[in-house]
T-cell receptor, first 112, second 113 residues
Framework: DAGITQSPRHKVTETGTPVTLRCHQT?????MYWYRQDPGHGLRLIHY???????DKGEVSDGYSVSRSKTEDFLLTLESATSSQTSVYFC???????????FGEGSRLTVL | AQSVTQLDSHVSVSEGTPVLLRCNYS??????LFWYVQHPNKGLQLLLK??????LVKGINGFEAEFKKSETSFHLTKPSAHMSDAAEYFC???????????FGKGTTLSVSS
């Protein structure tokens, strides 16, 4: 299994609070991604990174920011969580844009 | 713009019968196409991928998919379903000039004994 660790795996928070999800990889892959998974929507890309300090927006980036200060870590931040951000968040990594994605186990976030 | 449509949100089969999960794509360029599988409470795992080589692609666990450019389809098949195949399946597209992968909404496969 690819070395991807997401933390926390489960979190319950209140509307308006900041939340940070962490993705840590031990594979030294260049690309890292954050997706959210919701019933009826499949997986939707939030942000991705193609190198340290190099990030770009996905299709559902509003309300989210990311940072990548080291190759191995990719952080997803919700500055002020809303109930619509209740979801399961998946981190993924790949060596190259056309190569296989390896996924973490997911982080379940509930915003009350 | 690229997009992918999975034509069935839910497919039910009996164990030992064939599986067909349908996927159509829209792309301005020659795309790369993938199928991923997700078992309950797990992350996604690659089943197979097409990247402009052979149009019939074989994957893990007996699955295969055929790229048909004229029909813009990439349907996933398996000759004989097993109970362990019950999961959610995602068709994914990446354009040649690609940014990141775009996922279909998923098809839930149920297998009954």
């Amino acid at each position: 299994d690819a070395g991807i660790t997401q933390s926390p795996r489960h979190k319950v928070t209140e509307t308006g609070t900041p939340v940070t999800l962490r993705c840590h990889q031990t594979e030294n892959h260049r690309y890292m991604y954050w997706y959210r998974q919701d019933p009826g929507h499949g997986l939707r890309l939030i942000h991705y990174s193609y190198g340290v300090k190099d990030t770009d927006k996905g299709e559902v980036s509003d309300g989210y920011s990311v940072s990548r200060s080291k190759t191995e870590d990719f952080l997803l931040t919700l500055e002020s969580a809303t109930s619509s951000q209740t979801s399961v968040y998946f981190c993924a990594i790949s060596e190259d844009i056309e190569r296989e994605l390896f996924f973490g186990e997911g982080s379940r976030l509930t915003v009350l | 713009a690229q997009s992918v449509t999975q034509l069935d949100s839910h497919v039910s089969v009996s164990e030992g019968t064939p599986v067909l999960l349908r996927c159509n794509y829209s792309s301005s360029y020659s795309p790369s196409l993938f199928w991923y599988v997700q078992h309950p409470n797990k992350g996604l795992q690659l089943l197979l991928k097409y990247t402009s080589a052979a149009t019939l692609v074989k994957g893990i666990n007996g699955f295969e998919a055929e790229f048909k450019k004229s029909e813009t389809s990439f349907h996933l098949t398996k000759p004989s379903a097993h109970m362990s195949d019950a999961a959610e399946y995602f068709c994914v597209v990446l354009e040649q000039a690609g940014t990141a992968l775009i996922f279909g909404k998923g098809t839930t496969l149920s297998v009954s004994s």
